[in-house]
């Protein structure tokens, strides 16, 4: 077996801990410079921002549902 060959084997086994180094869960997009952030950080650790409070696609999709829910309501009337 040649050097490359052991290398390569080295890697694939994780010789190098780059998966060890990734963080688990989602990684998500910071909202204010767009940069990568884990699911589990306090802040970006890129611009410094906060997360918001609250999450802007469940604050829209339950005033979708408000608004679906006063259409059906004047529309059975």
């Known amino acids: 077996m040649g050097k490359a060959s052991r290398q390569k084997k080295e890697q ?3 010789g190098n801990d780059e998966k060890a180094q990734k963080p688990k869960g989602r990684i998500l997009r910071c909202y204010k410079c767009g940069e ?3 699911e589990f950080e306090t802040g970006c650790p890129h611009c410094g921002a906060k997360p918001p409070r609250i999450n802007p696609a469940v604050l829209a999709r339950v005033l979708l549902g408000i608004v679906i829910a006063i259409i059906i309501y ?3 009337m």
């Open 12 to 14: 694939i086994k994780g």
């Open 74 to 76: 004047i529309y059975l």
């Open 36 to 38: 990568k952030v884990s």
